[in-house]
């Protein structure tokens, strides 16, 4: 009788090194390690990436001085040497947003070529940054010397609210009334102009004027009327 061979085994898996696992483990997760690794540094990299600001509007320059003075004064002088103008104040304050000077109890005189003398005086004043130009404000009061002594009366006396005075042209304006004093009588205008240098004061908008009569004005009248010739009657 023949004898029955033993049944097939299959082969026998050969156990491979640990050394050899290990390497085939990071091969295999090394390239998502690295991927993993990629995505948060560019996270990281956007996150603190500065952003670009947006263009922002230039904010509007506050009104405030940027300096003061006490006790000052400006003088302005001719291309000749001859001084034309002076400003006096308690205090003045600039604003550099608009260029302006804004003065306390403000006093403006305006020297002529004959030796005549125009003060304003008022409780506050404006100027421009140069001082060409100044305007007064409460309680404005002007006064013109004919031969520049303040201690003398005035010929021309001004009152009012508003002054707009311009210095290098010696020209004051107000189109406020005002209340003028000089020429023999007072007044009561609605806006004037006044040229220091020809001495000129022209009115404007109506106004009411009151004139102090001179004496033996009346008797001089019919004397005149009755000197004057009769024409003849024709025959």
Same mark, same amino acid.
């Given at each position: 009788?023949?004898?029955? !061979?033993?049944?097939?085994?299959?082969?026998?898996?050969?156990?491979?090194?640990?050394?050899?696992?290990?390497?085939?483990?990071?091969?295999?997760? &090394?390239?998502?390690?690295?991927? !993993?690794?990629?995505?948060?540094?560019?996270?990281?990299?956007?996150?603190?990436?500065?952003?670009?600001?947006?263009?922002?509007?230039?904010?509007?320059?506050?009104?405030?001085?940027?300096?003061?003075?006490?006790? /000052?004064?400006?003088?302005?002088?001719?291309? =000749?040497?001859?001084?034309?103008?002076?400003?006096?104040?308690?205090?003045?304050?600039?604003?550099?947003?608009?260029?302006?000077?804004?003065?306390?109890?403000?006093?403006?005189?305006?020297?002529?070529?004959?030796?005549?003398?125009?003060?304003?005086?008022?409780?506050?004043?404006?100027?421009?940054?140069?001082?060409?130009? &100044?305007?007064?404000?409460?309680? &404005?009061? &002007?006064?013109?010397?004919?031969?520049? =002594?303040?201690?003398?009366?005035?010929?021309?006396?001004?009152?009012?609210?508003?002054?707009?005075? /311009?210095?290098?042209?010696?020209?004051?304006?107000?189109?406020?009334?005002?209340?003028?004093?000089?020429?023999?009588?007072?007044?009561?205008?609605?806006?004037?102009?006044?040229?220091?240098?020809?001495?000129?004061?022209?009115?404007?908008?109506?106004?009411?004027?009151? /004139? !102090?009569?001179?004496?033996?004005?009346?008797?001089?009248?019919?004397?005149?009327?009755?000197?004057?010739?009769?024409?003849?009657?024709?025959?």
């Amino acid at each position: 009788m023949a004898a029955l !061979a033993p049944p097939p085994t299959s082969p026998r898996r050969r156990v491979q090194p640990l050394l050899w696992r290990l390497q085939s483990m990071l091969a295999s997760y &090394v390239p998502l390690l690295l991927m !993993a690794m990629l995505a948060g540094f560019t996270w990281w990299l956007i996150k603190n990436t500065p952003q670009l600001e947006t263009p922002r509007e230039k904010a509007a320059p506050k009104h405030e001085p940027d300096y003061r003075m006490n006790g /000052f004064e400006v003088e302005r002088f001719s291309s =000749d040497g001859r001084l034309t103008g002076r400003i006096i104040g308690t205090e003045m304050r600039h604003y550099p947003d608009n260029d302006t000077l804004e003065i306390d109890a403000p006093q403006l005189r305006a020297y002529g070529k004959q030796g005549e003398l125009l003060v304003a005086d008022a409780q506050r004043g404006l100027s421009n940054g140069d001082g060409s130009e &100044v305007q007064l404000l409460g309680d &404005v009061k &002007v006064k013109r010397y004919p031969d520049g =002594d303040p201690s003398q009366p005035p010929d021309l006396e001004l009152y009012g609210e508003f002054l707009h005075a /311009f210095v290098p042209q010696q020209q004051i304006r107000s189109h406020l009334p005002a209340r003028v004093i000089g020429m023999g009588g007072e007044m009561q205008v609605k806006s004037f102009v006044y040229d220091q240098l020809t001495g000129r004061l022209s009115f404007s908008g109506g106004g009411r004027a009151t /004139f !102090a009569a001179r004496p033996g004005a009346r008797a001089a009248a019919p004397a005149a009327k009755a000197s004057a010739p009769t024409p003849a009657r024709k025959p």
